[in-house]
């Protein structure tokens, strides 16, 4: 069965260092994989995809995305963090083996910028 | 602004009672999908419709419904509401080509109550 984890529940950073948020995949065949934002009483946002090609995928806010196959990882990383960025994060993996399409999301990972 | 809206924003009701959740997708998309968003489950997927049709179940309990119409909103049911069911209710909407690899769309939200 496709599957998709997120090892932390929290991750903290000071502004401006880097910051990485983990995900793991487990699918049959190529992976869809996609990274979403969502921000205090607000749906979620999309951020990134990986389909196929370049294993850097670059996407909205400053965020990338590196895609291990080797590793089966998708983590997610910005160069430089902004308070702004404090939000809960989710990978998800598109599930294309059963023939429902469906999207499986992690369990979410909070993110914490430290002025 | 996503394209994606949902009514209510806001629902308080009590146990036992029945209330209907309103999603209108973004132009274009025939994909409807709906979550529910609990502290302490994450995002958990409930239901996909394609182009009128049911095309995935989740953990969707036998007392909640949906249906998506010829112009394409869609409606979630839910029935016999225990004060488990208190959460947040995301609609999201995807274009869905033959690639499947098409991101979601999320709505605000519905905050659901149930005293």
């Known amino acids: 069965a496709q599957s998709v984890a997120q090892p932390e529940d929290q991750v903290n950073v000071a502004e401006g260092n880097p910051l990485t948020v983990k995900c793991t995949y487990s699918?049959?065949?190529?992976?869809?994989l996609f990274w979403y934002v969502q921000y205090p009483n607000r749906g979620l946002q999309f951020l990134l995809k990986?389909?196929?090609?370049?294993?850097l995928v670059k996407g909205s806010y400053g965020f990338e995305a590196e895609f291990n196959k080797s590793q089966t990882s998708f983590h997610l990383k910005k160069p430089s963090a902004l308070v702004s960025d404090s939000a809960l994060y989710f990978c998800?993996?598109?599930?294309?083996?059963?023939?429902?399409?469906?999207?499986?999301f992690g369990t979410g990972t909070r993110l914490k910028v430290l002025a | 602004d996503s394209g994606v809206t949902q009514t209510p924003k806001h629902l308080i009701t009590a146990t036992g009672q029945r209330v209907t959740l309103r999603c209108s997708p973004r132009?274009?998309?025939?994909?409807v999908y709906w979550y529910q968003q609990s502290l302490d489950q994450g995002l958990q997927f409930l239901i996909h419709?394609?182009?009128?049709?049911?095309?995935a179940k989740g953990n969707i309990l036998e007392r909640f419904s949906a249906q998506q119409f010829p112009d394409l909103h869609s409606e979630l049911n839910l029935s016999s509401l225990e004060l488990g069911d208190s959460a947040l209710y995301f609609c999201?909407?995807?274009?869905?080509?033959?690639?499947?690899?098409?991101?979601?769309?999320f709505g605000p939200g519905t905050r659901l109550t149930v005293l």
């Open positions: 419709y394609y182009n009128g049709e049911e095309r």
């Open positions: 699918v049959s065949g190529n992976p869809y």
């Open positions: 990986y389909i196929t090609g370049d294993n």
């Open positions: 132009s274009g998309d025939l994909s």
């Open positions: 998800a993996v598109r599930d294309l083996t059963s023939g429902t399409y469906k999207y499986i």
């Open positions: 999201a909407s995807s274009a869905d080509d033959l690639l499947n690899d098409n991101e979601q769309f």
